[in-house]
């Protein structure tokens, strides 16, 4: 059984810095993409950034050189390290997967199997 859990949300000025983390369990890490999405109230969901099975990542034009995806080394954690944030990245953020060995693309969540439940992020200006 496939799940995800999402941690380090909260409230931070703009120009600060947050990490996300997303506790995964029951799913072979290497054969699945991972990523991060964030959904603010009358907007579709947005790709944020994704990372492959073997480590290859991909950014929202929004956030590039300012996030940063990874993975632990046995992959179960998942990580978003957010710096110099903005008031337009306010929104709930989900940590999602779904099975695959390529590149991860961000242009479809409904590609993406999996979802947690969301913590939210909420920068101040």
């Known amino acids: 059984q496939v799940q995800l859990v999402e941690s380090g949300g909260g409230s931070v000025q703009a120009g600060g810095s947050l990490r996300l983390s997303c506790a995964a369990s029951?799913?072979?890490?290497?054969?699945?993409?991972m990523g991060w999405y964030r959904q603010v109230p009358g907007k579709e969901r947005e790709g944020v950034a994704s990372i492959s099975g073997r480590g290859a990542a991909l950014y929202a034009d929004s956030v590039k050189d300012r996030f940063t995806i990874s993975k632990d080394g046995p992959g179960n954690t998942l990580y978003l390290q957010m710096n110099k944030m903005k008031s337009d990245d306010t929104g709930v953020y989900y940590c999602?997967?779904?099975?695959?060995?390529?590149?991860?693309?961000?242009?479809?969540?409904?590609?993406?199997?999996?979802w947690g439940q969301g913590t939210q992020v909420t920068v101040s200006s």
């Open positions: 999602a997967a779904y099975p695959s060995f390529g590149i991860c693309p961000l242009n479809d969540d409904r590609r993406w199997d999996y």
């Open positions: 029951g799913f072979p890490y290497h054969s699945y993409c």
